[in-house]
T-cell receptor, first 112, second 112 residues
Framework: DQQVKQNSPSLSVQEGRISILNCDYTNSMFDYFLWYKKYPAEGPTFLISISSIKDKNEDGRFTVFLNKSAKHLSLHIVPSQPGDSAVYFCAAGIDNNNDMRFGAGTRLTVKP | DTAVSQTPKYLVTQMGNDKSIKCEQNLGHDTMYWYKQDSKKFLKIMFSYNNKELIINETVPNRFSPKSPDKAHLNLHINSLELGDSAVYFC???????????FGSGTRLTVV
């Protein structure tokens, strides 16, 4: 039972353009959401998070949007850079419950 | 200094063997985890330890046993290894009240 889904296994974007990575979830109890970035042979690194009380959180080139009614969140990267090429994992959890669920990841390739 | 370190990075072993993967964190976090990245790339939680107490144990075979000698260490012991145990195993840690986990770089286990 995959409660967090990333339906696009890969995404290719031109440098300078916007990258949009999508994530859907099924558990309405989730109250915080995170994006992780993973390079080959490394562990996932935390990128940005959003609480369910917000619908947008911005950090530099990275913005996460949350649509609770649709149980959907997205990560926008603008402008995209070749160094952004990595696998991005969406994750969701319930506060005070140490059980975070991950999507399968989306491989982003930013072409120069 | 590496925040969460796991050893070994690669482990190739025969079916039926018993092996251990070590994990150490120097972040002072109070909870540690083991995740398994399966063939479909999902990160699935196996165990978490908080103050030496197991607080999550998904449907993991009892051949897998976590051992935490202290708050900074969570080792994973696997008995009677099977071909299906081949995967990448990630250790992670977190602090109560903070979003986001810090991951180790992963251990690629190959059972032959």
């Amino acid at each position: 039972d995959q409660q967090v889904k990333q339906n696009s296994p890969s995404l290719s974007v031109q440098e300078g353009r916007i990258s949009i990575l999508n994530c859907d979830y099924t558990n309405s109890m989730f109250d915080y959401f995170l994006w992780y970035k993973k390079y080959p042979a490394e562990g996932p690194t935390f990128l940005i998070s959003i609480s369910s009380i917000k619908d947008k959180n911005e950090d530099g080139r990275f913005t996460v949007f949350l649509n609770k009614s649709a149980k959907h969140l997205s990560l926008h990267i603008v402008p995209s850079q070749p160094g952004d090429s990595a696998v991005y994992f969406c994750a969701a959890g319930i506060d005070n419950n140490n059980d975070m669920r991950f999507g399968a990841g989306t491989r982003l390739t930013v072409k120069p | 200094d590496t925040a969460v370190s796991q050893t070994p990075k690669y482990l190739v072993t025969q079916m039926g063997n018993d092996k251990s993967i070590k994990c150490e964190q120097n972040l002072g976090h109070d909870t540690m985890y083991w995740y398994k990245q399966d063939s479909k790339k999902f990160l699935k939680i196996m165990f978490s330890y908080n103050n030496k107490e197991l607080i999550i144990n998904e449907t993991v075979p009892n051949r897998f046993s976590p051992k935490s000698p202290d708050k900074a260490h969570l080792n994973l012991h696997i008995n009677s290894l099977e071909l299906g145990d081949s995967a990448v195993y990630f250790c992670a840690s977190s602090q109560v009240g903070q979003y986001g986990y810090t991951f180790g770089s992963g251990t690629r286990l190959t059972v032959v």
